[in-house]
């Protein structure tokens, strides 16, 4: 027999001695302080933490891939730019790129929230990931990847297009 016990001592030991005489075996009372969602309270503002910090490492990965996609590219870039490529040509050329793995990003978004949902159904049905909060997270993934791209990409397009092209490394 589970049930909640009764928040003074005086009562609790009224009902363990009903519990006694009625013939009910009373074994160990165990007192459980916090709920899951107190817990969850309490432990929640560490794991928004937590999660900025894999959040800018994911970013420091992303801005790594991507400076090191447009640096093999660079001679590329320089020979499109002296073929007559605008700056905003070759600025298409990697939204592109940006645009698919914005998708990717999107299809794994989507599937991490699916098992999230489903994990957290079976559990506690606490934490919640909306529709509003789904969109949040990829559009602020689509910022990272434009950010990423920016910068190492204005770098190289500053540069005559004869430079880029003799420029290694």
Same mark, same amino acid.
């Given at each position: 027999?589970?049930?909640?016990?009764?928040?003074?001592?005086?009562?609790?030991?009224?009902?363990?001695?009903?519990?006694?005489?009625?013939?009910?075996?009373?074994?160990?009372?165990?007192?459980?302080?916090?709920?899951?969602?107190?817990?969850?309270?309490?432990?929640?503002?560490?794991?928004?933490?937590?999660?900025?910090?894999?959040?800018?490492?994911?970013?420091?990965?992303?801005?790594?891939?991507?400076?090191?996609?447009?640096?093999?590219?660079?001679?590329? !870039?320089?020979? *499109?730019? /002296?073929?007559?490529?605008? $700056? =905003?040509? +070759?600025?298409? #050329?990697?939204?592109?790129?940006?645009?698919?793995?914005? !998708?990717?990003? *999107?299809? /794994?978004?989507?599937?991490? $929230? =699916?098992? +999230?949902?489903? #994990?957290?159904?079976?559990?506690?049905?606490?934490?919640?990931?909306?529709?509003?909060?789904?969109?949040?997270?990829?559009?602020?993934? +689509?910022?990272?990847?434009?950010?990423?791209?920016?910068?190492?990409?204005?770098?190289?397009?500053?540069?005559?297009?004869?430079?880029?092209?003799?420029? +290694?490394?």
């Amino acid at each position: 027999l589970v049930f909640e016990l009764p928040d003074s001592d005086d009562a609790t030991q009224r009902l363990l001695k009903r519990l006694y005489e009625d013939g009910y075996e009373v074994g160990e009372v165990v007192g459980v302080d916090y709920s899951i969602k107190e817990l969850i309270d309490i432990i929640g503002p560490a794991f928004i933490y937590i999660a900025i910090f894999f959040g800018f490492f994911a970013f420091l990965i992303v801005y790594n891939f991507i400076s090191s996609s447009i640096k093999a590219r660079r001679k590329e !870039i320089g020979i *499109l730019r /002296s073929m007559g490529a605008r $700056n =905003s040509d +070759v600025i298409r #050329i990697f939204g592109s790129e940006i645009f698919i793995m914005s !998708i990717i990003f *999107l299809v /794994s978004i989507y599937f991490t $929230n =699916s098992t +999230v949902n489903s #994990i957290n159904a079976i559990f506690t049905g606490v934490i919640s990931l909306t529709f509003f909060k789904v969109i949040f997270i990829y559009f602020v993934c +689509v910022l990272f990847l434009v950010i990423a791209s920016i910068i190492p990409l204005v770098k190289i397009l500053k540069n005559n297009p004869i430079d880029a092209i003799r420029k +290694v490394f």
